[in-house]
T-cell receptor, first 114, second 115 residues
Framework: NAGVTQTPKFQVLKTGQSMTLQCAQDMNHNSMYWYRQDPGMGLRLIYY???????DKGEVPNGYNVSRLNKREFSLRLESAAPSQTSVYFC?????????????FGSGTRLTVV | KNQVEQSPQSLIILEGKNCTLQ??????????LRWYKQDTGRGPVSLTI?????NTKSNGRYTATLDADTKQSSLHITASQLSDSASYICVVSAGGGTSYGKLTFGQGTILTVHP
């Protein structure tokens, strides 16, 4: 099925460990995003990639890095995980560019840092 | 600062009943407003998207309204079903150039439908 695929679905890390969250979309979308969702708060943008080859910081980029590997894939890396990064991470994509098409979200990665 | 506030935080209703969820926003300049449904353990799925000139939009049993003057929106669910149990998220997109990265999310209303 067409959509946004995130891996892994669940992960537990120790403080200081590193990991990469993977995201791939098969809808030929130009723009891809990484959000985090914390209890009682709206989704917050970490990083985004408006098009292949570009990345920009969002609202909460500290502690994260991203790579737009190609048009399909956009990865999020935690170099030294901290308990404050315990969250559910969502990847999304769109061809919006100011239009009215919807954003397609993945199913999320639930990350716990102990 | 752009903000989206939703009420109530949570709501419990009986199957078959109607309900209305509220969204107030202070995003400027305004481009469009979206309602998403998020099932537990899943990503958000789009229900409706409305621009400044649209007052109402329906998607099956879901009807969204928008009052751009008062910066308020509502989502009305008719004849609720057990499958409507989810979090409903109001999202406002800012205008001005491209909309890349300019979505402001509400915290969501958790709806529980009991048989």
């Amino acid at each position: 099925n067409a959509g946004v695929t995130q891996t892994p679905k669940f992960q537990v890390l120790k403080t200081g460990q590193s990991m990469t969250l993977q995201c791939a979309q098969d809808m030929n979308h130009n723009s891809m995003y990484w959000y985090r969702q914390d209890p009682g708060m709206g989704l917050r943008l970490i990083y985004y990639s408006a098009s292949e080859g570009t990345t920009d910081k969002g609202e909460v980029p500290n502690g994260y890095n991203v790579s737009r590997l190609n048009k399909r894939e956009f990865s999020l890396r935690l170099e030294s995980a901290a308990p404050s990064q315990t969250s559910v991470y969502f990847c999304a994509s769109t061809n919006e560019g100011g239009g009215l098409r919807g954003y397609t979200f993945g199913s999320g990665t639930r990350l716990t840092v102990v | 600062k752009n903000q989206v506030e939703q009420s109530p935080q949570s709501l419990i209703i009986l199957e078959g009943k109607n309900c209305t969820l509220q969204c107030n926003y202070t995003v400027s300049p305004f481009s469009n407003l979206r309602w998403y449904k998020q099932d537990t353990g899943r990503g958000p799925v789009s229900l409706t998207i409305m621009t400044f000139s649209e007052n109402t939009k329906s998607n099956g049993r879901y009807t969204a309204t928008l009052d751009a003057d008062t910066k308020q929106s509502s989502l009305h669910i008719t004849a609720s079903q057990l499958s409507d149990s989810a979090s409903y998220i109001c999202v406002v997109s800012a205008g001005g150039g491209t909309s890349y990265g300019k979505l402001t999310f509400g915290q969501g209303t958790i709806l529980t439908v009991h048989p």
